[in-house]
Each structure stands twice: as C-alpha cells, then as structure tokens.
C-alpha cells in the first residue's frame, strides 16, 4: 500500500517566522513530488515540486528532498497571514507524474 | 492563466441515481484526471486519461465508474448507481505531458456531490 504521511497539525508559526513542514512516503519508487496548498473548500495549488535530492528554493519556499530516508520537507520563511492553509505533500507513481498519491495535509495558521 | 473549468459547482442526487460530472480540460493538454476528496479527508487519485483511453485507474475506480471524453473539449467522469459514500469533492485535472520533468497538474475548481 502506498502511503504519504504528514502530521496534521495544526501547526502555529507567528508572523515573519520559518514554518517547517515534513513528510515521509512509502514507495521507493516514487520519483516526483510535490507541495500543494489548499484553502479549505478550493482546490489544491501546486507550489513546489522537487525530484533530485538536496534543496530546492523558489521564493521564500524551499523543498527538501532525501530519497534514501524517503522523506520531503516544505520551509516557508517569512511566514504571512496569508500563508494560512492547509498544505498537501503528494508523490507519483506509476507511469505517469500526474498519477499523485497525497497526505492528508498538514494545517498551517500563521498568526499576526 | 487558463483553467480547467467544472460544472456544476455543486450536485445534489438521491442515492441509486446516476451523475455525469462535466470537466473542461485546458485546450493544449493532454493527459486528464478525477480526483476526489472526502470531507476531511486525502485527496484521492481516481483515474488517468490519455490518447482517449484510461491508463491508469485505482481502487476506487470500480464498475460504477467511467470516464468519457465525447468530443474535443470535453471530459466527464459518470457514477452509475451512487452511494452515500461517494459524496465528496471531485477535481478534474488536466497536464501537457507530465513525463516531462516540472510538468505542472492544473486542478479545476471541483464539483461537490452530495448523496442523499
């Protein structure tokens, strides 16, 4: 059974703070994943994706990825109100990177 | 930014009743997908469409399912015969080519169904 686990929170981060969120998945062969963020009721946006191992910066997001612990991290630094949400960590499988397994999410609140 | 566009917003259905969601892929691409997620729960992959043929389809995805895609706009995924179980949000989705690294998932807005 292929599973991506995340803790669900919620996680509380003040205004300007890093928020760090974390995931492990079960499929070694899983080669794709991703960091979507969903406001509660809309659909998933995709903010990050990270396939090679290391860091990957885009903004104030930064995805980790470790293949050998099987494990993907999200930092957010200067963390806004407006950063809110719940956030998906998803990974392919199968033929196709669109075919996603997802956590089940982690909330983040950033407080003001 | 194009979208992928759904309709309708919200279902309403009595249970044993058959729905056709209705899903408007972006034009250029490719490959289509249904997702679902239960209220409070992961989103869950339904199945992957391409070259007008499922590729890919999980467990979810039994016989009271299908998936269609009738003319060139179009891609619409049918429950015969729901259940009280299949109440949730559905999202079609739609990707270019995502063998192509950094290729992009474009989520539509999403249908929520209701079973009564």
């Known amino acids: 059974q292929k599973e991506v686990e995340q803790n669900s929170g919620p996680l509380s981060v003040p205004e300007g703070a890093i928020a760090s969120l974390n995931c492990t998945y079960s499929?070694?062969?899983?080669?794709?994943f991703f960091w979507y963020r969903q406001y509660s009721g809309k659909s998933p946006e995709l903010i990050m994706s990270?396939?090679?191992?290391g860091d990957k910066e885009d903004g104030r997001f930064t995805a980790q990825l470790n293949k050998a612990s099987q494990y993907v991290s999200l930092l957010i630094r200067d963390s806004q109100p407006s950063d809110s949400a719940t956030y998906l960590c998803a990974a392919s499988y199968g033929g196709s990177q669109g075919n996603l397994i997802f956590g089940k999410g982690t909330k983040l609140s950033v407080k003001p | 930014e194009p979208e992928v566009t759904q309709t309708p917003s919200h279902q309403v259905t009595q249970m044993g009743q058959e729905v056709i969601l209705r899903c408007v892929p972006i034009s250029n691409h490719l490959y289509f997908y249904w997702y679902r997620q239960i209220l409070g729960q992961k989103v869950e992959f339904l199945v992957s469409?391409?070259?007008?043929?499922?590729?890919?389809k999980s467990e979810i995805f039994d016989d009271q399912f299908s998936v269609e895609r009738p003319d060139g706009s179009n891609f619409t995924l049918k429950i015969r015969s729901t259940k009280l179980e299949d109440s949730a949000m559905y999202f079609c989705?739609?990707?270019?080519?995502?063998?192509?690294?950094?290729?992009?998932?474009?989520f539509g807005s999403g249908t929520q169904l209701s079973v009564l």
């Open positions: 990270i396939y090679s191992n």
């Open positions: 989705a739609s990707s270019p080519n995502p063998g192509e690294p950094n290729e992009k998932l474009f």
């Open positions: 499929d070694r062969g899983s080669q794709s």
């Open positions: 469409f391409y070259n007008n043929e499922i590729s890919e």
